[in-house]
């Protein structure tokens, strides 16, 4: 996987050539990811699932994160990403049915880890429930749900924890739930400017969605 050939850019996400995965992150270079985050409403209340990543993963594994995301390959545009949530997930979307955020752009250094994204956002808008999943376990090993109110409480700091639902799997398939208190230490360490943008569009998506309804 580290030797994945990806596209490289500059800050105004002009292409300017193409590396491997373990060189980009090397050396910081930008480049495209896709991202998918699932919100649904869920007994009245609205929710953002987030997966679990599986504790395999050489780069933050065990964490909570986006419910579906990867790096976009040098052989790949934007629509090819919908693949992520179908590998990851089992769930089959088109991309049709996605809400674009456009291009988020951050930077984030977790130890000899440079990761500069221009990542392309989507929220799916579903109400699905936990046997609807069929996860790779290589990649991820749980789901969870948590109230978007909450989950944007807590990147505002106005709450220290908040309660996850959920399922995991362990390396022999069988599936366990998932009730715990987890604070923002719990999380992929993405930019906190990043985690603001999300939350504003959660919010604004979850308004629209209440307001026709």
């Not at 991202?35 to 609205?46: P, R």
């Not at 990543?53 to 919908?82: M, Q």
Request: overall charge negative; charged content about 30%.
């Amino acid at each position: 996987m580290e030797q994945e050939l990806l596209k490289i850019f500059d800050e105004k996400h002009k292409q300017i050539g193409v590396e491997t995965r373990e060189e980009i992150h090397r050396l910081g270079l930008w480049h495209e990811t896709f991202q998918c985050w699932f919100i649904g409403i869920h007994e009245g209340k609205q929710y953002v699932y987030l997966q679990l990543r599986s504790d395999l993963k050489k780069d933050y594994p065990g964490l909570l994160d986006i419910t579906a995301a990867g790096h976009l390959l040098a052989s790949e545009t934007v629509f090819d990403g919908i693949r992520e949530v179908k590998e990851e997930l089992g769930i089959e979307v088109l991309f049709e049915e996605l809400y674009s955020l456009g291009v988020i752009k951050y930077s984030v250094t977790t130890g000899k880890l440079v990761d500069n994204e221009l990542a392309h956002v989507f929220l799916y808008d579903c109400a699905l429930e936990w046997e609807q999943f069929t996860l790779q376990t290589e990649e991820v090993s749980g789901i969870v749900r948590v109230e978007i109110s909450e989950f944007v409480k807590l990147w505002k700091n106005e709450l220290k924890e908040l309660e996850i639902f959920g399922f995991k799997v362990d390396e022999e398939g069988a599936k366990s739930s998932i009730h715990q208190v987890v604070g923002k230490t719990s999380f992929v360490p993405h930019d906190q400017s990043y985690y603001d943008e999300i939350c504003k569009e959660m919010i604004s998506f979850s308004l629209k969605n209440q307001l026709s309804s």
